[in-house]
């Protein structure tokens, strides 16, 4: 129960000189004045200020401060006029306020949490035997089948029913296992817990994810127990899991990258919940719903947004933000366009067609196709049967991997710089076009083809990003090479109406949002960002932002879409206010960004990011030739056990890729841990860290949910305590990191502790106390430090620098204080 407490007011003069006296302590001066601006006069940056705060917060006659209120009120003037009348509670008040959850309720034994985990690896186990006996018995099967055009027929029947397969599993899984989903907790690790990590790992693994944007995704979640309307178009990869409890009215529409699971990790325990959205409803992109949240008929909630816990947009009105505020924003810009239902029937069908009759069998039958086809490829690839102590089969294995990596890289880069220019030739700008027409089928190709995540991820970070995005077809005619312009992580809908002005950086994550959508058409419309920018990590820009020239986006910034068009100015937050464009700190290496310094780094880091790209694509190629060595020595230890063999080839796979990769991270840090760094981007331990950045980590997802991620975690150097629950974290510097005992890391949240702005590269420590949660989204930056027992509220932004009190409840876009722990609302 919350403590009572008496509330103390303090008069302005009183409040005014304890603000100035932990101010001068921080920024290091004698005195400092009531009027001296923060940023531009006390030379003050973000940082700096979140200490600031925090050690307002350890006072506790005085008022909780955040850094929204340190930007709105740069001088201490203003911020205690701001604050003066301001009634609080004692800060052990305000920290023991919001009843944490009982030990029994949030833990669970040692035992439990590695017996769970020995019943996930038996699950795996048995589901890959299971994959293992239809893969052999299909190839047995297709290899008999003679000329090419039976090997290709028979590869369409064991392709198609494999994939019928790998669909109806989970849903035969979550019906058997779990029947209904209802409102509940679930304990984790417990029986119960087992039972919704089979049905979600399941969904997971799905091939369905290939059908999102289409009818048929819709359909399968319906099988799934979700209760959706008519003409209802999901365009999100972030499958969920608690379906029934799922209910979508028709005409809605669902923007990518939105989280709406139907489920939380909360204090060592999964909560489940409904998600409501009404008839005519827009979600917009990268939103987040939290269980319990619905969004009436005919409103919107806009990109880059969030529903709390108990949320609710109510009919007809428009909300966005972080946590979600009422806007007068629209949302939906294009107009509808007459429905045809036999159009998304034929949409539908013909997407199972070209599945089954194309990319199923290609991939299943292919190399039985090519050696039918091409039967001197036998006498290359040689007998079944190798004597693997002779070095033939190794030197084939060589030869192999590296033409078909080569082949990979090659073909994969002639075809997304022609097939999408063929197939935009169809497309106008700004023309409305129905959904599920022949014109959205090449919208959606284009899109597919376009975002490879391999090129961005070998050309990111270097000046040759730039002309990989100009070659598959963006506007960047003006850009001047940084060396950094844009990050390994950038996507778009259509790269040819993605435009980038002279002099910008971008890092992770930008995606362009040039397309809109209705319940029945869409429209491409140009999306440009101006000159000379700097655009933090995951920023959602969409066509028409309001943001002109020299305009700082901070990292998970929502973009306005009203009022004037920003320049020289830095936004933050979302709904985003207005911050300084720069701070002193920020330009303490900008001698090293003109004349000829800078050309000179420019031109020592390109060559090393030339080796560095090199590595990449060592590292990648050696991966697939130590696993084309394991299928070799499957292949030849086959026998009489085909099945068994098989899969254990594929539980191999997976522990030996994470290996592989955790060795070649240790190797590339020399065994040693990271240090926090300031420094410029052009000097050369920033183009050694960059080198980090270039190790694949998407095997990681695939211990979501499981004691082996923190088992991962810790050989890659987090210090991980006991018992955590990680349903989907990703870390950026993993030995920078600590994480306490029995943490709870939700889907989709990211712990970075490193951030780029301009030229300037800056990381430190962070630290998570036991006992702590990260919400669903969320994003906590570097120099955060959190106390044990803390939430974060999902979708938010831990700025750099917060310390965060015991028992504290933060949350939105930066976090602050909240008011309710269940709805979290702001304080």
């Not at 409803?281 to 949240?293: K, P, R």
């Not at 089928?441 to 270097?462: E, P, Q």
């Not at 940084?482 to 390994?488: C, I, M, P, Q, V």
């Not at 630290?767 to 999902?794: E, F, K, N, Q």
């Amino acid at each position: 129960m919350a403590v009572n407490a008496e509330e103390v007011v303090l008069s302005g003069d009183r409040l005014e000189t304890s603000l100035s006296t932990l101010l001068a302590e921080v920024v290091r001066v004698d005195a400092v004045s009531a009027d001296s601006h923060f940023f531009r006069d006390l030379g003050a940056n973000s940082l700096l200020m979140a200490q600031f705060c925090a050690r307002v917060r350890k006072h506790p006659d005085l008022p909780s401060v955040s850094m929204k209120d340190i930007y709105r009120h740069p001088t201490i003037k203003s911020l205690t006029t701001a604050l003066a009348d301001v009634s609080v509670t004692p800060a052990e008040t305000r920290a023991l306020a919001p009843v944490p959850a009982t030990e029994d309720t949030r833990r669970t034994s040692t035992r439990a949490y590695i017996l769970c985990g020995v019943l996930q690896a038996a699950i795996f186990l048995a589901y890959s035997m299971l994959a293992a006996l239809v893969a052999e018995r299909g190839y047995a099967w297709i290899s008999t089948g003679g000329d090419l055009l039976h090997i290709y027929l028979r590869a369409v029947v064991v392709g198609s029913a494999g994939l019928t397969g790998m669909c109806v599993l989970p849903i035969l899984a979550k019906w058997i296992l779990i029947g209904r989903w209802k409102p509940r907790e679930i304990r984790a690790w417990s029986p119960a817990y087992l039972r919704f990590w089979t049905v979600k790992a399941l969904l997971h693994a799905n091939p369905i994810i290939l059908f999102v944007g289409n009818p048929l995704y819709v359909l399968y979640l319906r099988a799934l127990g979700a209760r959706i309307g008519k003409r209802v178009t999901i365009l999100s990869k972030h499958v969920p899991v608690c379906t029934d409890l799922l209910e979508i009215g028709s005409d809605t529409v669902i923007r990518k990258d939105s989280f709406f699971l139907g489920y939380r990790a909360h204090e060592g325990t999964l909560q489940t919940g409904r998600v409501t959205l009404g008839r005519e409803a827009f979600v917009g992109e990268h939103t987040v719903l939290d269980i319990d949240t619905s969004i009436g008929d005919g409103a919107q909630l806009g990109h880059s947004s969030s529903l709390h816990r108990g949320g609710a947009v109510p009919n007809g009105q428009r909300w966005h933000g972080s946590p979600a505020q009422p806007t007068e924003v629209d949302y939906i810009r294009v107009e509808p366009s007459p429905d045809r239902p036999m159009r998304r029937i034929m949409y539908g069908f013909l997407s199972l067609v070209r599945v089954c009759f194309v990319f199923v069998p290609l991939s299943v039958g292919g190399v039985y196709m090519l050696l039918a086809g091409v039967p001197e490829m036998g006498t290359v690839l040689g007998p079944e049967q190798e004597n693997l102590l002779t070095p033939r089969p190794y030197l084939v294995a060589v030869i192999l991997s590296s033409a078909l990596f080569a082949a990979f890289v090659l073909v994969g880069l002639v075809a997304v710089a022609v097939l999408p220019r063929l197939m935009n030739l169809a497309l106008r700008p700004g023309k409305a076009y129905p959904l599920y027409g022949v014109h959205y089928s090449l919208h959606r190709t284009i899109a597919r083809f376009s975002n490879s995540r391999f090129f961005v991820w070998l050309f990111g970070d270097s000046s040759y990003i730039v002309h990989y995005l100009r070659g598959i077809g963006y506007n960047l005619s003006h850009v001047e090479q940084t060396g950094s312009n844009f990050g390994s992580a950038v996507q778009h809908e259509t790269p040819f109406l993605s435009s980038v002005g002279r002099g910008t950086m971008v890092a992770d994550g930008l995606s362009f949002m040039n397309a809109e959508y209705s319940s029945t058409s869409f429209r491409l419309l140009p999306t440009s960002i101006g000159a000379h920018n700097f655009l933090g990590n995951q920023v959602f820009y969409p066509a028409g932002g309001r943001t002109g020239d020299n305009c700082l986006l901070a990292t998970k910034v929502m973009v306005p879409l009203d009022g004037p068009v920003r320049e020289d100015v830095g936004l933050l937050g979302s709904p985003s206010f207005e911050i300084p464009r720069t701070v002193e700190r920020d330009t303490s290496f900008d001698h090293l960004r003109t004349g000829e310094e800078f050309r000179r780094r420019l031109s020592a880091k390109n060559r090393y990011n030339v080796r560095t790209m090199g590595v990449g694509l060592f590292i990648r190629w050696l991966h697939i030739l130590i696993l084309t060595v394991l299928s070799f020595v499957v292949t030849n230890l086959s026998g009489g056990h085909a099945e068994l063999l098989v899969a254990a080839f594929l539980s191999l796979t997976l522990v030996v890729t994470a290996l592989y990769h955790v060795l070649v991270e240790r190797v590339l840090l020399k065994f040693g841990r990271l240090r926090p760094r300031l420094c410029s981007i052009y000097q050369p331990y920033f183009w050694w860290h960059e080198r980090f950045w270039k190790v694949p980590d998407t095997y990681l997802d695939f211990f979501n949910g499981t004691p082996f991620k923190s088992l991962v975690w810790r050989m890659l150097g987090v210090r991980v305590g006991r018992r955590l629950l990680d349903d989907g974290c990703f870390i950026t510097e993993r030995t920078l990191t600590t994480i306490g005992d029995d943490c709870t890391l939700n889907a989709g949240s990211k712990i970075q502790c490193h951030s780029q702005e301009d030229g300037t590269f800056k990381s430190d420590h962070v630290t998570i106390g036991s006992r702590c949660t990260l919400g669903v989204g969320s994003l906590t930056h570097y120099g955060v430090t959190m106390h044990d027992d803390v939430i974060l509220a999902p979708d938010s932004f831990l700025m750099k620098g917060e310390e965060v009190p015991q028992h504290a409840r933060w949350g939105g876009n930066p976090a602050t204080e909240m008011r309710d722990a269940l709805t979290c609302q702001p304080a």
